[in-house]
């Protein structure tokens, strides 16, 4: 299973609200060899860490390519440029972020490209979509599944259902 985590919090002309930016972005993914197999619903997250930022609009996909990891990364950061992501400081507010959560359980640690995504199991605003398409995933390092690991988080960092009442900034 290849899943990409996929996310927004500023608007991306001509795309529009981050909502309407994440549904541009998965819609391109056929165009540059990515087929979507499975995708949560949109979820709404507070800035991971917490800051006055805008919420952000999260979700991942299940997806199937004949990209290589890397090459799949690159495809990824090319996208994410065309809707108008900058690159400046970390945890910066961003029109797309479109991550590589897991390709296949393989396991690598580069400057490029480290997988499983090194914080995933600490993100319920990952965790959450992802228990939700896939329940049963296994972390490969972990050894436990997407629904273990988000009943493992501590309270905090609220996310809902995008469509469902906004949980209280934290």
Avoid: K
């Amino acid at each position: 299973m290849i899943l990409i985590g996929i996310g927004s919090n500023l608007a991306a002309p001509p795309f529009g609200s981050p909502e309407d930016t994440v549904n541009a972005a998965v819609a391109q993914l056929p165009a540059i060899g990515i087929a979507v197999a499975l995708r949560s619903r949109w979820y709404l997250s507070q800035p991971v860490p917490p800051s006055d930022q805008p919420w952000y609009v999260n979700g991942v996909a299940a997806v199937e390519t004949r990209l290589a990891p890397a090459a799949l990364l690159t495809a990824l950061l090319l996208l994410e440029t065309r809707f108008g992501r900058r690159r400046g400081a970390p945890n910066a507010a961003r029109t797309l972020d479109l991550d590589l959560i897991d390709y296949d359980g393989r396991q690598c640690a580069s400057e490029r490209l480290t997988m499983p995504h090194p914080r995933l199991h600490e993100r319920r605003f990952v965790l959450a979509p992802l228990a939700e398409i896939a329940p049963g995933w296994r972390h490969p390092r972990l050894a436990l599944t997407a629904s273990e690991l988000l009943i493992r988080l501590a309270p905090g960092d609220p996310v809902c259902a995008l469509g469902e009442p906004a949980p209280p900034r934290g």
